[in-house]
C-alpha cells in the first residue's frame, strides 16, 4: 500500500513539472521582444546577399529617418557609393582614391548586422532591383539604438537595370528634394531675423567665397580635412578656412578669428577675442570688425556662402596677415 502512495506521489511531482515546464516554454514565447531585437529579425521574404551575387547597386538616396538629406545643423547627406557583392564573403565598392572598385570582407555579425569598408550597417531591404541598409554606430560591441543621431542614416541602392526601367539616370535621382527645398529656407528664414548670429547661421554647402579687387591682397582656402582626428572630407565645409594677406597695411599685424558672413556678404566678428583680459576684449572685437570693414570688405569681393544656391548666414575661421610693405 505505501508502494501505491509513492507510486502516486511521484507521478503527480512528474505532472506538475512538466507542467510547469510548460508554462515556462509559453511565458518565455510571449515575452515581447525589445525595439533592437525587432530590427535583426530578416523578413521571410527577404533575399540575402547571396541572391544579388554580381548585380552592381548604386546609392541613389541617403537620408534621415525622417527623410530629409539635411539635419537642423545645416549637415548633408550626399549619396555616392557604389556597390557589388562578389560570393561568397566579399563587398565590391567604388574608392575615388583608385577611381575603382575596391574590394572588402564582408563580415556578418548577426541578424541583419554586417561590416564593410570599415562601417557596421543593418540591412533593411535586399532584392534584385534595390537595397537599403542604416548605418550603425557601434561602440565598444553594442549597437547604438536608432534614435542615437549616428545610426540614423539610411541608404537606398538601385541596380542599373532598375534606373533604367525608371527612364531616369543616377544623377537625376541623386538630387534633393523639394522638401530638403523646403527645410533650407526654413533654417535661412530663422538665420535672416538675426544674420549675425553664429547660433543660427549653418555651414554653407558652397563656403563663402573672396575674390580681391586689388593686386595688394592674396587669398588660400585651406582644408582641415584631419585623418587623424577623424574629421573626414564630407564635413569638411563645416570648418571653412581662409589665409589672407595684405600688403600695404597701415601696420605689421597677424590675428586668427571667426566672422559670421550673412547672405549679404556682410562680415560679423564672432570669436578671437575671448582670450584676451577681460578689461580688453571690447577693444579687441572693434579691432577684428575694423579689419573686416576696412581690409576684407573693401579689399574683396565677398561672395557669402550658398546652401542648394540660397545664400545664407554661415561662420567661417580666418588668419588674416597684414605687411607695412612698400
Not at 577623424?230 to 595684405?246: C, G, L, M, Q, T
Request: proline share 5%.
Amino acid at each position: 500500500m505505501k508502494l501505491k502512495h509513492y507510486q502516486i506521489f511521484f507521478f503527480t511531482i512528474i505532472m506538475l513539472s512538466f507542467v510547469a515546464c510548460k508554462s515556462d516554454r509559453k511565458r518565455q514565447k510571449e515575452t515581447p521582444k525589445t525595439a533592437l531585437e525587432k530590427a535583426e529579425d530578416i523578413p521571410a521574404n527577404n533575399l540575402q546577399f547571396k541572391d544579388v551575387n554580381g548585380i552592381r547597386f548604386f546609392e541613389v538616396k541617403r537620408r534621415f529617418k525622417n527623410g530629409l538629406s539635411f539635419n537642423e545643423d545645416g549637415f548633408q547627406q550626399e549619396p555616392t557609393w557604389i556597390i557589388e557583392f562578389k560570393a561568397p564573403d566579399t563587398m565590391l565598392a567604388y574608392s575615388p582614391e583608385i577611381s575603382g572598385m575596391e574590394s572588402f570582407y564582408l563580415h556578418h555579425d548577426h541578424g541583419r548586422i554586417y561590416n564593410f569598408a570599415r562601417e557596421f550597417f543593418r540591412v533593411r531591404i535586399i532584392s534584385k532591383d534595390s537595397l537599403v541598409l542604416q548605418r550603425v554606430q557601434v561602440d565598444a560591441m553594442r549597437i547604438a539604438g536608432d534614435d542615437d543621431p549616428r545610426s540614423d542614416v539610411y541608404s537606398t541602392y538601385y541596380s542599373k537595370k532598375h534606373i533604367d526601367k525608371l527612364n531616369t539616370t543616377i544623377g537625376e535621382l541623386q538630387k534633393p528634394t523639394k522638401r530638403d527645398t523646403a527645410f533650407i529656407k526654413k533654417l535661412t528664414a530663422n538665420s535672416d531675423k538675426d544674420p549675425g548670429n553664429p547660433k543660427t547661421a549653418y555651414p554653407a554647402r558652397q563656403p563663402v567665397v573672396f575674390t580681391p579687387n586689388s593686386k595688394n591682397v592674396s587669398v588660400k582656402k585651406v582644408s582641415t580635412i584631419d585623418n587623424l582626428n577623424n574629421r573626414k572630407s564630407a564635413v569638411d565645409y563645416f570648418y571653412p578656412h581662409y589665409d589672407i594677406e595684405i600688403n600695404k597695411a597701415y601696420k605689421d599685424f597677424a590675428y586668427s578669428f571667426s566672422v559670421v558672413v550673412d547672405a549679404k556678404g556682410k562680415m560679423y566678428v564672432t570669436k578671437g577675442y575671448e582670450y584676451v583680459l577681460e578689461e580688453y576684449r571690447e577693444q579687441r572685437k572693434r579691432l577684428l570688425q575694423g579689419i573686416a570693414d576696412t581690409y576684407l570688405s573693401n579689399l574683396f569681393y565677398v561672395i557669402p556662402g550658398k546652401t542648394l544656391d540660397i545664400p545664407h548666414s554661415s561662420e567661417i575661421s580666418l588668419r588674416v596677415i597684414g605687411k607695412v610693405g612698400k
